[in-house]
């Protein structure tokens, strides 16, 4: 669905934790909130050549977060709908899902996006 999705993310206590995302659509927001805990794990584990993980390991990344929220627009309100963890979790689950049922798409642009050192992972990256 092509919905315009932000995230705020707080890791810990300190106000400088604090992150947005900013993404064209909620598919993308997905992706890249997979992407932010592989580039976790990645950083953790330099020397793995393939990351692998269950949804249990992504939503605790999620739970570990003081903060990690979406605002999604809603055009027959013309706002942003709040949604919390456990909205990101279920919406993460479909998002996986939906990709296993469909054909096989090349990857190659999106792999190339996560291979990408820093900001790869999402469009903007700010303070809030």
């Known amino acids: 669905m092509t919905v315009h999705t932000i995230l705020l993310t707080q890791k810990d206590q300190s106000p400088a934790s604090r992150t947005y995302f900013d993404y064209e659509t909620i598919a993308s927001a997905m992706d890249n909130i997979a ?3 592989e580039q976790k794990l990645q950083q953790e584990n330099p020397r793995l050549g393939e ?32 949604r919390d963890k456990e909205w ?16 096989p798409q090349p990857r190659q642009q999106h792999q190339q996006q996560r291979s990408r050192g820093g900001g790869g992972y999402h469009r903007q990256s700010r303070r809030w």
Do not use: C, M, T, W
């Not at 990101?88 to 054909?103: T, V, Y």
């Open 88 to 103: 990101i979790k279920q919406s993460l689950l479909r998002h996986f899902s939906n990709a296993r049922s469909d054909p």
């Open 35 to 37: 992407g932010l805990y």
């Open 51 to 82: 990351i692998q993980y269950r949804a249990e390991d992504l939503f605790h990344f999620i739970d570990s977060h003081k903060e990690f929220v979406a605002l999604v627009f809603d055009p027959s309100s013309s706002n942003y709908r709040p």
